[in-house]
């Protein structure tokens, strides 16, 4: 029996996920999203990548700016879901909503729960040095990303892999698991376990003051720092009064004081080893590698980035 579901998400990672669902048995009765913003100089109207599937998909699709309002609250009711499946929506589900009877809400978050609640779980698993992450299916309950879980699903993270590359990978295994618990709960088989809140860990969203790099840590802190922030809103730093944002680099076992250009080809001394920049983007150029780069651009050996 195919179930009626309402979908609620908005970045690139919800897009495969509403995907799968799209292309299986069941129905999807509604789609919700974030409301369109104003984007860049020219203040061009912008809708989120699940807007536009959506859209290019014949989906039906609304954006309000609440959802704890007396009219969202019935038409949500009057749809009658048998589940709301949430991946990435930007807002925390009232409680009113989430008081509607009859209804599942599910989540699914890009971390092994209880490791990594909150808003930025892929950045932090990497920033972090994590060895593994992967995808957890659980209950919606008021409590931010505390509720008991129904599936996980476990990877690996591969040495130097980027925030863009990785959340590419989770949002496939994200798919693959949804299916599967829609699966579950079609057959009633969905139980959820408690999650153990002595090893709860939390990924605070991105704050654009982690962008600059600090030089006095450990090498491969700075890498994991480059590939957690890329492609937005990436690692950077000063040199010349200019700034720099790093794309590649990787970590090589020279020595110098952090900071400190140590050699010609773009070393850069940390407080342990250094990192070797293989593409850069100068601020208003395009990014390029960074052999292109030192044919316009001179470095001083000793001289220092801040």
């Known amino acids: 029996m ?3 579901i309402i979908f609620m998400g908005t970045p690139d990672f919800s897009v495969p996920i509403l995907e799968a669902l799209h292309k299986s048995e069941h129905k999807i009765i509604q789609v919700y999203t974030q409301p369109p ?11 989120t990548p699940i807007h536009n599937f959506s859209n290019k998909n014949k989906l039906i699709v609304r954006s309000p700016e609440k959802l704890d309002t ?4 019935k038409f949500l009711r009057d749809s009658k879901p048998d589940v709301i499946i949430v991946v990435a929506y930007g807002k925390i589900l009232p409680v009113k909503l989430l008081n509607l009877t009859n209804i599942k809400f599910i989540n699914v978050h890009a971390s092994l729960l209880p490791k990594w609640r909150g808003a930025a779980p892929i950045q932090r698993s990497i920033m972090n040095l994590d060895q593994e992450t992967g995808i957890s299916i659980m209950k919606i309950i008021p409590k931010l990303d505390a509720g008991p879980v129904m599936l996980k699903s476990k990877i690996s993270i591969s040495k130097n892999i980027n925030f863009e590359k990785l959340s590419n990978v989770l949002s496939k295994l994200g798919a693959k698991l949804t299916l599967e618990a829609l699966n579950l709960i079609e057959k009633k088989k969905d139980n959820f376990i408690d999650q153990d809140e002595a090893k709860v860990t939390y990924a605070k969203k991105i704050d654009k003051k982690e962008s ?4 006095n840590v ?3 802190k700075v890498i994991a720092k480059i590939n957690a922030l890329h492609p937005s809103p990436g690692s ?3 040199y010349n009064g200019v ?3 790093v794309i590649r680099a990787i970590e090589v076992e020279e020595k110098g004081n952090p900071g400190e250009i140590i050699n010609l080809n773009f070393t850069i001394a940390c407080l342990h080893n250094s990192i070797q920049i293989l593409e ?4 208003g150029k395009l990014k390029m590698k960074v052999d292109e780069y030192l044919k316009g651009n001179k470095l001083i050996k000793g001289s220092n980035v801040i």
């Open 243 to 245: 700034r720099h944002k």
């Open 212 to 215: 600059k790099i600090d030089w």
């Open 236 to 238: 950077w730093f000063y």
């Open 70 to 73: 007396e009219y969202e609250l």
């Open 280 to 283: 850069i983007q100068k601020e």
């Open 2 to 4: 195919a179930l009626k």
């Open 37 to 47: 913003k104003k984007k860049n100089r020219g203040q061009k109207i912008s809708v």
């Open 218 to 220: 450990k090498a491969e």
